[in-house]
């Protein structure tokens, strides 16, 4: 079985289009989303139907797709994030708002290999930044390959004999990694949308069960169009300069 992953789609439809091409050259068979499918960008209702298009296998909630449920949802966002909620709900179409409210919450186990969440197996709105939340995770995760989101920088831990480390996903145009038996892997494919590791190319991953093996791609795609529609909705310019930038 191949996956194609995607997290923290957040509104980019020119993002995502870049990534589901890209994809489709490669080959895959099922869709896995690890969250926050909306937020940010302008384009919340294109990108729930290309996502709800895609038929995903497993598809969890993300901490911006909960604003679906109320505004007081974003109570804890900053003042930027907050403005783009509110914009959002303004958006949302009755049916695509209903089908955020039946987002389920993470974690979810796809098969024997493989389990998703947003923030962390523990917690969905836990930000995994450090090795040291990282190997709390890897404890806690349910099978030998967790995936995650919710950082927007992709990177891969991993538990061998009780230590954890990191293998950087982002650096090269593409990172491939084979599972090795007797570890665990917490790998972030990276945001699709918004990327915050420096680099701003739009991040997927490919997960492929039988070859144990997880490639992490990056793509240039159409950033100023994706930012001429932030401010052409009158959403924060900072929403939009921050693409270009990849912070
Ligand atoms: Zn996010």
Known sequence: MRYLVLTDIHANL???????????????????????????????????????????????????????????????????????????????????????????????????????????????????FDQFAAAQALQATARPLCLFGHTHCAITYRMRNGACDTIPGSANTEAVLTLQPNVKYLVNPGSVGQPRDGDPRAGYGIVDTEARRVWLFRLEYDIEGAQRKILAAGLPEALARRLAAGR
Not at 35 to 57: M, Q, S
Not at 96 to 101: C, D, E, S
Request: charged share 25%; net charge negative; hydrophobic share 40%.
């Open 14 to 128: 020119e993002a995502l289009q870049t990534c589901l091409a890209d994809a489709v050259a490669r080959g895959y068979d099922n869709t896995l989303v690890l969250g926050d499918i909306v937020g940010y960008g302008a384009d919340p209702n294109a990108v729930i139907e290309r996502v709800r298009g895609l038929a995903p296998t497993a598809i969890i909630r993300g901490n911006h797709d909960k604003v679906a449920l109320g505004i007081e949802q974003a109570e804890c966002f900053n003042a930027v994030a907050r403005n783009a909620a509110e914009w959002m709900l303004e958006a949302l179409t009755p049916d695509n708002r209903q089908w955020l409210v039946d987002l389920v919450k993470g974690p979810r186990e796809v098969d024997d290999l493989v389990q998703i969440c947003h923030g962390s197996p523990t917690d969905e709105d836990e930000y995994l």
